[in-house]
C-alpha cells in the first residue's frame, strides 16, 4: 500500500512562512500529478496548488504569488512553501497524489491525513 504523511504544519502569525512536506512511501512504479488541498473551518476542500510529474504546476487564485509548489521526483516528495499567511489560510493542508502501482497499470489517488496550519492575527 502506499501512503502519504505531510509534515510542516504549525501556529504562526500573520505575514510568517511555513514549508509543508509530502513524502510518498510504499510499493509504486510512478506517481503523477501531486497536489495540497486544505479544508478550513466550515469550509469545503479546495484546491491549493498541484504539480505534473514534469514540473508544470497551477494554483488556487486565493494563494497565487504567495505558494509555491514544487517536488523531489527521486524522493516520492512534495512541498509547499507558503508565505505572507494570512488568517483566512487557516485550515487544514492535505497531500494529493496519482500513484500507479504496476506498469501498465491504472493510477490510484491517494490521501495524506493532514496537517494544520493556523495562523494569528
Known amino acids: 500500500q502506499v501512503r502519504l504523511v505531510e509534515s510542516g504544519g504549525g501556529l504562526v502569525q500573520a505575514g510568517g512562512s511555513l514549508r509543508l512536506s509530502c513524502a510518498a512511501s510504499?510499493?509504486?512504479?510512478?506517481?503523477?500529478?501531486m497536489g495540497w488541498y486544505r479544508q478550513g473551518p466550515g469550509k469545503e476542500r479546495e484546491l491549493v496548488a498541484g504539480i505534473t510529474s514534469t514540473g508544470s504546476t497551477n494554483y488556487g487564485d486565493s494563494v497565487k504569488g504567495r505558494f509555491t509548489i514544487s517536488r523531489d521526483n527521486a524522493k516520492n516528495t512534495v512541498y509547499l512553501q507558503v508565505n505572507n499567511l494570512k488568517p483566512e489560510d487557516t485550515a487544514v493542508y492535505y497531500c494529493?497524489?496519482?500513484?500507479?502501482?504496476?506498469?501498465?497499470?491504472?493510477?490510484?489517488?491517494?490521501w495524506g491525513q493532514g496537517t494544520q496550519v493556523t495562523v494569528s492575527s
Open positions: 494529493n497524489a496519482r500513484v500507479r502501482l504496476r506498469y501498465g497499470g491504472p493510477e490510484y489517488n491517494y
Open positions: 510504499g510499493t509504486l512504479v510512478s506517481i503523477n500529478a
